[in-house]
Structures are given as C-alpha cells and as structure tokens.
C-alpha cells in the first residue's frame, strides 16, 4: 500500500496561513493525492484531492511537488473551526480496491 | 437529504446481542466505504462496495462482521454476538465514482455493555 508521512501535530496563529506538508515518495503514477479533516466529535470532511496539478477550492489549495513526492495543503487564513486532525490519503489506483487508509494525520491547533 | 445518513446515531446493546447499522448514501453516489474509529484511535477501514463488483472485505476484523448493500444504494452493517472492543463509532461514507472525494455521515456511536 502506498503509504503518506505527516507530522504529528502543528500549530497555527489565527488568520494566518497554514501550510500542512504531506510525503509519498512511493506514490505511483496514477494515485491521487486526497486530503480530509476531522473536527472533533465528528466524521472525516474531505478537502480537496489532486493528481498533478495545483488546485484550489473554496476551503483550501493543494499544492503538489513536481515529482509527486511531496503535497501541501494550504489553508489561506486559519479560523478556530479549522482546528483538526488533517489526513493526507493517496487514493490507489489500478485494478482491486480503491479504499481510503487513513493514517494517523496531523493534528492542527489554532492559537487565537 | 443531501448528505450520507447513518442510524442509529448512538445504539446500546447487551454483549452477546446482535446489532445492524444503516447507511443511506449520497444519491447516485456507486461507492460507499465503512470504516469504525474507536476512542481516540484512528479510522480503520472494514469493506467497501463499488458498483455491482465484489465488495471489498479485507478490512472486517472477524466472522461476526458482515455488511451488505441492496440495490446499490443502502447498507447495512450487521454485528453478530456484540463484543465489548465493538465498541467505537461506526462511519459510512459515499463518493460518485472510484476516484473523487468521499462523503462521511455522522457516524453510529456503539457501546456494548
């Protein structure tokens, strides 16, 4: 299984940006790259998810390293409701399953 | 409803008793995932339905764990013989198709006493 390394946990003032790093250096050529949240009490949120491209939504930017190795999520002005633990996924493709692993992520405080 | 619903939201059962957890996906969404998390643990995967193709049950942790989808639309995961390390909060969530993001519901919390 391909797997993801992430801190254990970051900081972040509020209203300023995050960048939360994510590695896969066995990440294959057609794996997408997938980024959940989980607030607490509640059940994970997905984020964003990209291949190679850089992308953007209304709640973050995924920024992706030329080789595919590496991701960054970007949260462009933390808020106290972005506190969380941030998953980085890669969603494996190919024939057979295409489960989500969820490893331990990375836990996001947000300072006021 | 626009989202995945999963019910009970919280189920308390005797050990030894057998419980089924429901799960109604996104409309239109072929792939749907259970995964449970217990008490500050992480999520851990248990099967996964796409389509009409064979589930994917790598991930029940014994025989008394069995889960079907009818129709292509709603699950159930059923518990036979609860266990008290049963105990966790059991996630559902649905996606369009294999590749795009995935949609949880707000979980069932079960206990066993």
């Known amino acids: 299984d391909a797997k993801t390394t992430q801190p254990n946990s970051m900081e972040s003032n509020e209203e300023e940006p995050v960048h939360l790093p994510c590695n896969h250096s066995?990440?294959?050529?057609?794996?997408?790259i997938h980024w959940y949240r989980q607030l607490p009490s509640q059940g994970p949120e997905y984020v964003i998810h990209?291949?190679?491209s850089n992308v953007n939504n209304r709640m973050a930017s995924l920024a992706i390293a030329e080789d595919r190795k590496s991701s960054t999520l970007i949260l462009h002005r933390a808020t106290l409701r972005d506190a969380a633990v941030y998953y980085c996924i890669l969603r494996v493709s190919g024939a057979g399953s295409y489960q989500l692993t969820f490893g331990k992520g990375t836990k996001l405080s947000v300072i006021p | 409803g626009a989202g995945v619903s999963q019910s009970p939201s919280n189920k308390v059962t005797e050990k030894g008793k057998d419980v089924e957890l429901r799960c109604d996906p996104i409309?239109?969404?072929?792939?749907l995932y259970w995964y449970r998390q217990s008490l500050g643990q992480g999520l851990e995967f248990l099967i996964y339905?796409?389509?009409?193709?064979?589930?994917?049950k790598s991930g029940l942790p014994s025989d008394r764990f069995s889960a079907e989808r009818t129709g292509g639309s709603v699950s159930t995961l059923t518990i036979q013989r609860t266990q008290q390390e049963d105990s966790a909060v059991y996630l559902c969530?649905?996606?369009?198709?294999?590749?795009?993001?995935?949609?949880f519901g707000q979980g069932t919390r079960l206990t066993v006493v």
């Open positions: 990209g291949l190679t």
């Open positions: 066995t990440i294959s050529g057609t794996d997408y």
């Open positions: 969530a649905s996606s369009l198709d294999r590749g795009v993001g995935a949609f």
């Open positions: 339905f796409q389509g009409n193709s064979a589930p994917d």
């Open positions: 409309s239109g969404h072929t792939a």
